[in-house]
Every structure is written in structure tokens, then in C-alpha cells.
């Protein structure tokens, strides 16, 4: 398996929006869940979002209403559509993919992104 971030963050002011994405590709026969996590200095790494195959997507209160998940099943790629973006969203953020199987037979494997830097500041 392969993780590519296909929109990378950056700076963004206050107020502003950004979309994130990511791809897994390689072999896989299914991926159970998809999400986003997200790190800030000195923090630990806590979800964002997720969406379940087949699922609705679940969200962190903290961004409830802001940010928006979705998911290609069929192509194995991730979205977080960010609005209303501010400072406390600064953060590095990390597409996850859990429950990854190559094959039917094959047990699920977790997988990461290497993570991209999204700052909001004025």
C-alpha cells in the first residue's frame, strides 16, 4: 500500500477554506475505514474525522459543522473539505486508513500518511 497526498495544506487565514486529500493505491481488496487526524506542537494526535465503508462520517466536536469528510471507495481516496478555518486548527494533519486488506484472507493493517502542515493565521 501507498499514501499520497494528493492537496497539501499550507497557510490559510482566518475564516478560510482549504481540502485536503489523500489516496491509498497498491494492493487492496478493502479498507474498512478511512479518517483524518490532525497534531499540533506539544499535543497529541486525535481524530478529526472518519468515515466507515459504507458509513456515515463522524466528525470531533471541535470541528463539527466546519469540516466536511467524504470518501472514494471505488478509488480509494479521502477528502476534508476545511471551513471556517482558525488558529486552533493550526496543526499537522495525517490521513489514516485502518483495517487495510490486501486480499480477502488477509487480516486488516493500519497505514499513514506522513502528514501535512496546515497553518491558519492572519
Known amino acids: 500500500l501507498m499514501f499520497a497526498a494528493g492537496v497539501w495544506g499550507g497557510l490559510v487565514q482566518p475564516g478560510g477554506s482549504l481540502k485536503l486529500s489523500c489516496a491509498a493505491s497498491g494492493s487492496i481488496f478493502s479498507i474498512t475505514v478511512m479518517g483524518w487526524y490532525r497534531q499540533a506542537p506539544g499535543n497529541q494526535r486525535d481524530l478529526v474525522a472518519a468515515i466507515v465503508s459504507g458509513g456515515s462520517p463522524t466528525y470531533a466536536e471541535s470541528v463539527k459543522g466546519r469540516f466536511t469528510i467524504s470518501r472514494d471507495n471505488a478509488g480509494n481516496t479521502l477528502y476534508l473539505e476545511m471551513n471556517s478555518l482558525q488558529p486552533e486548527d493550526t496543526a499537522v494533519y495525517y490521513c489514516?486508513?485502518?483495517?487495510?486488506?490486501?486480499?480477502?484472507?488477509?487480516?486488516?493493517?493500519?497505514?499513514w500518511g506522513k502528514g501535512t502542515q496546515v497553518t491558519v493565521s492572519s
Open positions: 489514516h486508513a485502518g483495517g487495510v486488506r490486501s486480499t480477502p484472507r488477509d487480516y486488516g493493517r493500519n497505514y
